[in-house]
């Protein structure tokens, strides 16, 4: 990132340093609507606040005077692919309103970490582009829709451009009750009233991009990617959704793939169990950063029992509310194999696109390093329930 821009934007002499730090200059670098995209939850929100809040109930063991080099092997095996750090970038619908180098900026950031983008199914880059843009096999995202075909297509396209595993997303059967981006205009199609067009105009460089690149629309469903598509292909993609889902069709789509599957969108155990049972490799434990059903419990709090119920005879992942690398720690800890963050690389794309996105990496990279090395311990893999105090809140 230019250092003029930390600069200006921070107001003062400092770097962005923390996610946090971040979310703070995304703020700034978007407009209203699309902040309320990006940041906000479903109803009241308390899900989103509680996954941040629960990580804080958790407190970690420190040892000290190890004898141990520096904390600095933070390398796991997910679906079979040798990541260097336990991260993926979750799947984000629309990313291009984010900031113009959307997924594929992503992507590429992800791949210079040494880890995966997992592209969502409402993208605005394809499947294709991604494909051709990146030198990783980075991993797909489907919601199980009502047509069959279209899935069945997208697999072919998603196998065909290299995509290597699969999420299968399960818990949106229809869409949460997000209020923020509603008082936003963030409807189909979207209100804009001149105040909103200000608004964007006074984010000029948010608004240079998104004028002339118009990374808008599903791009896996459109023909041509502007303007012309974007409300037809988020209608049609609200239309595939299906209330009626059930483990006939998570077989039917095990069938289909051949690469690891992920069932996201987790937070039951005997959910978890029956997800493996139907051929499942692993599961993510996830309330989809709070934007689905509000009130549910954070996804930390739900992990312990997941895990416990997997027992091993799956991969478990979690996603939300992850900021720090200690937050990290404490999932692989509570047994988690990997982690996602969604809004933390969207801030840092928000802020400077790819570079954001591989800065933000860097962060929590660092991090985690660091709090190993506190902590008296090497390597990730070294991670289980004895690195956690007993939480009183929580039955162990
Ligand atoms: C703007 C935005 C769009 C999202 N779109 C999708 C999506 O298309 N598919 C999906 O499975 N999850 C989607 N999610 C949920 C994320 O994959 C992930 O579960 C969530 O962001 C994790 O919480 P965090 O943002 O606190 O890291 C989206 C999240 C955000 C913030």
């Not at 997208?154 to 399960?170: K, S």
């Not at 909103?196 to 690149?213: N, Q, S």
């Not at 311990?377 to 329930?385: A, H």
Request: proline share 5%; net charge neutral.
């Amino acid at each position: 990132m230019a250092k003029t821009m930390r600069f200006q934007l921070t107001g003062g002499n400092k770097r962005p340093l923390s996610v946090d730090d971040y979310r703070r200059l995304a703020r700034r670098s978007v407009p209203n609507m699309v902040w309320a995209y990006v940041d906000g939850g479903a109803d009241d929100m308390a899900t989103l606040a509680e996954n941040r809040a629960a990580f804080g109930r958790w407190k970690l063991r420190q040892r000290v005077l190890t004898g141990l080099p520096a904390g600095e092997d933070l390398g796991v095996e997910i679906g079979g692919v040798p990541l260097d750090l336990p991260i993926l970038l979750a799947p984000t619908g629309m990313t291009g309103l984010t900031h113009w180098q959307g997924e594929l900026g992503s992507a590429r950031a992800a791949e210079q970490a040494g880890t995966r983008l997992v592209l969502s199914s409402a993208s605005t880059y394809s499947l294709e582009e991604i494909g051709a843009g990146t030198a990783e096999d980075h991993w797909f995202q489907l919601y199980p829709w009502r047509d069959k075909e279209l899935m069945g297509s997208l697999l072919t396209r998603a196998r065909n451009a290299g995509m290597q595993n699969l999420f299968v997303t399960v818990d949106v059967p229809t869409h949460g009750n997000r209020e923020r981006e509603q008082r936003q205009g963030v409807t189909t199609p979207p209100v804009l009233t001149p105040l909103r067009v200000l608004d964007a105009a006074v984010h000029p460089k948010w608004w240079y991009g998104f004028l002339k690149y118009q990374r808008v629309s599903l791009a896996n469903m459109a023909e041509d990617k502007g303007w012309s598509q974007a409300v037809a292909t988020v209608r049609k993609q609200s239309g595939l959704l299906r209330p009626d889902l059930g483990w006939s069709d998570l077989e039917w789509l095990r069938d289909q793939w051949k690469g690891a599957m992920y069932v996201k969108g987790i937070l039951d155990p005997d959910d978890a169990v029956h997800a493996i049972d139907v051929g499942a490799d692993g599961v993510v434990v996830s309330n989809h950063g709070g934007r689905q059903l509000d009130s549910v419990p954070a996804s930390i709090e739900a992990l312990p029992g997941i895990a416990a119920a997997v027992d091993g005879r799956g991969q478990v992942l979690l996603d939300g509310g992850i900021r720090r690398g200690t937050d990290v720690i404490k999932a692989l800890c509570l047994g988690a194999d990997a982690v996602c963050i969604g809004r933390p690389f969207l801030y840092g794309l928000a802020v400077d696109g790819e570079d954001g996105v591989s800065d933000v990496l860097r962060i929590l990279r660092t991090e985690i390093a660091r709090a190993l090395t506190l902590m008296g311990i090497r390597k990730v893999t070294d991670l289980d329930r004895s690195w956690l105090l007993p939480n009183e809140e929580i039955a162990p």
